[in-house]
């Protein structure tokens, strides 16, 4: 079955260290999104790209980053300078460069400080 | 600048009920998808409905279905015969057809179905 995943499940971060969060997916989609979730709020979107090599800064890129050199790849590292990135994260991705199907999302990677 | 907003951060529904979430938005755009999605307590984000703003009829799937008024920019939820299952959080999303590609997501409606 096609779909995304999303890895680690969970992940701890220590103090002044990058973590990276990986995103694949096996549905032939050209967009893929960062999104991020704090309790009990909206989604807040990170980065997107809608064709590989190419991404776009979202709402609240600061302290993140993102490459996309493989269609089904779209790795997001959390760096130091995000200084509260304690959040629950979910990447998606959706069909097409019209953007005009849903998304599809992974099932999410939960981030801690340590 | 185009939002999404869902007034109701709270419901709660008699199990077998019907129960409607409302969503509204701003743009000046006239071509857009709209959506609603379900994330459970498993926090998995599942499509509810989807509805294209170029057509009239309302969207329906199953016991869910969509009251689109388009001149009032207006795009509520009615779950019908609501389950156990159905408790999760909803959140209506819209995209432009044209220009950016990003998904512009309201803040949730947190819904839960009393047994």
């Known amino acids: 079955d096609g779909g995304i995943t999303q890895s680690p499940k969970y992940l701890f971060r220590k103090e002044g260290q990058n973590v990276t969060l990986s995103c694949e997916q096996n549905?032939?989609?050209?967009?893929m999104y960062w999104y991020r979730q704090d309790p009990g709020q909206g989604l807040r979107l990170i980065y997107y790209?809608?064709?590989?090599?190419?991404?776009q800064k979202g709402d609240i890129a600061e302290g993140y980053s993102v490459s996309r050199e493989k269609k089904e790849s779209f790795p997001l590292t959390v760096t130091s300078a995000q200084k509260n990135p304690t959040a629950f994260y979910l990447c998606?991705?959706?069909?097409?460069?019209?953007?005009?199907?849903?998304?599809?999302f992974g099932d999410g990677t939960r981030l801690s400080i340590l | 600048a185009q939002t999404v907003t869902q007034s109701q951060p709270e419901m709660s529904v008699q199990e077998a009920e019907t129960v409607t979430l409302s969503c509204t938005y701003d743009?000046?755009?006239?071509?857009?998808?709209l959506f609603w999605y379900k994330q459970p307590p498993s926090r998995q984000m599942i499509l509810v409905i989807r509805?294209?703003?170029?057509?009239?009829q309302n969207a329906t799937e199953n016991r869910f279905s969509v009251n689109f008024q388009k001149a009032a920019k207006s795009f509520s939820l009615k779950i019908s015969d609501s389950q156990l299952g159905d408790t999760a959080m909803y959140f209506c999303?819209?995209?432009?057809?044209?220009?950016?590609?990003?998904?512009?997501f309201g803040t949730g409606t947190r819904l839960k179905v009393l047994a």
């Open positions: 998606a991705s959706s069909i097409d460069r019209g953007a005009m199907g849903p998304q599809h």
């Open positions: 549905l032939n989609h050209d967009a």
């Open positions: 790209s809608q064709i590989v090599n190419d991404f």
């Open positions: 743009t000046s755009e006239s071509n857009y998808y």
């Open positions: 509805q294209e703003a170029y057509k009239q």
């Open positions: 999303a819209f995209i432009l057809t044209s220009g950016t590609y990003k998904y512009i």
